[in-house]
């Protein structure tokens, strides 16, 4: 049963910094794509930032310039840290991962249980 668990959110003032992480496991044979996304109360789930296994990164326009997302030594292991934190960035923020767990299987997505982050102003 694969599972991806996050850690790291909380309440920050406006301007400070936080440190997301996110481990994912359970027969895992290789992850394509890890990243985060978010929703906002009464908003739909968006992109935040994805990493490929290459180390390719992609960003929302919101989260260039304070996000950097990054992947650990085990690869199975993605981390968001976020600076200039500001109101708006308040939201569940959820790991993605696009993983196979056989060879030459397809590959499959999977989402967190969630954490929450709030930026007080």
């Known amino acids: 049963q694969v599972q991806l668990v996050e850690s790291g959110g909380g309440l920050v003032q406006a301007g400070g910094s936080l440190r997301l992480s996110c481990v994912a496991s359970?027969?895992?044979?290789?992850?394509?794509?890890m990243g985060w996304f978010r929703q906002a109360s009464g908003e739909q789930r968006e992109l935040v930032a994805t990493?490929?296994?290459?180390?390719?990164?992609n960003y929302a326009d919101s989260a260039k310039d304070r996000f950097t997302i990054s992947r650990g030594n085990v690869k199975s292991t993605v981390y968001l840290q976020m600076n200039s934190l500001k109101p708006e960035d308040t939201a569940v923020y959820y790991c993605?991962?696009?993983?196979?767990?056989?060879?030459?299987?397809?590959?499959?997505?999977?989402w967190g249980q969630g954490t929450q982050v709030t930026v007080s102003s």
């Open positions: 993605y991962a696009d993983l196979y767990r056989t060879l030459g299987g397809p590959s499959r997505s999977y």
């Open positions: 359970g027969g895992i044979r290789s992850i394509n794509v």
């Open positions: 990493i490929t296994r290459g180390g390719i990164t």
